[in-house]
C-alpha cells in the first residue's frame, strides 16, 4: 500500500538522510560541502528551499571513494548507495544516498522501469588549473567521457560513435569512461569545480571553499562553503531575489511511501 508524501513530509525524509551522512561523515573525519539550491537553501531559507526536493554534496576527491565504502557500510539497512553502475538513471560520477521505503517519479531520469526513493546527491570536487582550464576540460574531455559512457548504458547502437565507444568498453570494461575520470581531474589547483554540475560556473577560487563552515539548516547543521556568495552569484546571479512563481518547481511527479 503506497502513501502519497507532501513535499513537506518529504523534505523531512531527504533531511534525515542528510543527517545520516553528517554523522558519518563527522565519526570518519571526512571533510564535505553543501552545494548548489541546498547552499543556496541554507543561506536564504535557513533549510530547503521550498520548492526543491533534494540536497546536494560535495565531497573533495580524495575522500570520494573511502566516504562511499563507508556509507554502504554504515547507514541504517533502509538506506541504499546508488551509483552508475546500477542502471537507473544516475549521471557520470554522482552517487545517490536513496531511501528505500519511499518512491519517486523524475520529470527527466530514466530508471529503466525500477523504483527509486527519495535521495541526496553526492559529488566528487576537483582541483583545476584556472578557470579557463576548467572550461576546456569541463566542455571537451571530461564531458566526452560522461557522453561515451551513456551511449553504452542507453543501449545507443546504431551511430559509428556507439559502435566505436562499445569496442572500447568491451576491451576496458563496461564502465571503463566513467572511471577513466579520475585519472583526467587535476590532484591541486588553484580552482574547485564539479564536473558532474551545472558546467564552467561552478569552476570558483579554491579560497571559496575554504574550511567548510557549518551552517543551519531546519533543524540540523549542515557543512558548507566558507564564502557561499561569490559561489552562489556565478550560478545563479542574482540569488538574494526569489524567482517568478511559474519558476518554482520540482523535478518530480510523483513521490509516496510504500513501506
Given at each position: 500500500m503506497k502513501k502519497e508524501l507532501s513535499i513537506e513530509e518529504?523534505?523531512?525524509?531527504?533531511?534525515?538522510?542528510?543527517?545520516?551522512?553528517?554523522?558519518?561523515?563527522?565519526?570518519?573525519?571526512?571533510?564535505?560541502?553543501?552545494l548548489a539550491?541546498?547552499?543556496l537553501g541554507a543561506i536564504r531559507h535557513k533549510g530547503f528551499i521550498p520548492w526543491d526536493d533534494d540536497?546536494?554534496?560535495?565531497?573533495?576527491?580524495?575522500?570520494?571513494s573511502e566516504t562511499i565504502n563507508l556509507l554502504r557500510k554504515e547507514l541504517p539497512s533502509k538506506y541504499s548507495v546508488t551509483t552508475i553502475e546500477d542502471e537507473i538513471g544516475v549521471w557520470g560520477e554522482i552517487v545517490k544516498i536513496e531511501d528505500t521505503t519511499t518512491v519517486i517519479k523524475e520529470k527527466d531520469r530514466d530508471t529503466h522501469g525500477k523504483d527509486v526513493g527519495a535521495?541526496?546527491?553526492?559529488?566528487?570536487?576537483?582541483?583545476?588549473?584556472?578557470?579557463?582550464?576548467?572550461?576546456?576540460?569541463?566542455?571537451?574531455?571530461?564531458?566526452?567521457?560522461l557522453a561515451?559512457?551513456?551511449?553504452?548504458?542507453?543501449?545507443?547502437t546504431s551511430s559509428f560513435l556507439a559502435k566505436i565507444y562499445k569496442t572500447i568498453a568491451q576491451i576496458f570494461g563496461r564502465y571503463c569512461f566513467v572511471r577513466a575520470?579520475?585519472?583526467v581531474v587535476k590532484k591541486k589547483g588553484r580552482f574547485i569545480t564539479t564536473y558532474c554540475g551545472f558546467g564552467a560556473c561552478e569552476n570558483v577560487p579554491a579560497e571559496i571553499y575554504g574550511e567548510p563552515v557549518l551552517y543551519k539548516f531546519e533543524d540540523s547543521e549542515f557543512y558548507g562553503l566558507a564564502k557561499p556568495e561569490y559561489y552562489l552569484e556565478s550560478l545563479y546571479g542574482n540569488w538574494r531575489e526569489l524567482p517568478k512563481e511559474e519558476e518554482r518547481h520540482t523535478h518530480l511527479l510523483e513521490m509516496?511511501?510504500?513501506?
Open positions: 518529504l523534505h523531512q525524509i531527504v533531511l534525515n538522510i542528510g543527517k545520516e551522512f553528517h554523522k558519518i561523515c563527522i565519526n570518519n573525519n571526512i571533510p564535505y560541502y553543501i539550491g541546498t547552499m540536497i546536494d554534496i560535495g565531497i573533495p576527491r580524495q575522500y570520494f535521495f541526496i546527491d553526492l559529488f566528487p570536487l576537483d582541483y583545476t588549473k584556472n578557470q579557463n582550464y576548467a572550461r576546456f576540460s569541463h566542455n571537451m574531455l571530461i564531458q566526452r567521457l561515451a559512457q551513456q551511449f553504452i548504458i542507453g543501449n545507443e575520470i579520475k585519472y509516496y511511501r510504500i513501506k
